[in-house]
């Protein structure tokens, strides 16, 4: 089953953030993960929503953490950290 990471994202320092996203997607593709969602232009219908949404399908539960736990990825980690405030959680698909 589909597992997927969902991220909201508000970025303070658009820089360092662009540096560390302009990576992401070569370390999740290692793990079998494609970005369904990557910034894009949004729509607010309900509620607050910080300036960024990020999603990223893998094909499973297991591959997504694998990927959030590797070490290619928590080397670019840093970077997300000091240049944005997030929200992520991992979910199951159906």
Known sequence: MSAYIIARITVTNPLDYQSYASQ?????????GRFVV?????????????????????????????????????????????SSERDIVLVDGI
């Open 38 to 82: 990557k910034g894009g232009a949004q729509q607010v219908l309900e509620g607050n929503c910080p300036d960024r949404h990020v999603i990223i399908e893998f094909p499973d539960r297991a591959a997504a953490l694998d990927w959030y736990s590797s070490d290619a990825y928590r080397r670019i980690l840093p970077l997300a950290l000091n």
């Open 24 to 32: 992401t997607v070569a370390t999740a593709e290692k793990f079998g």
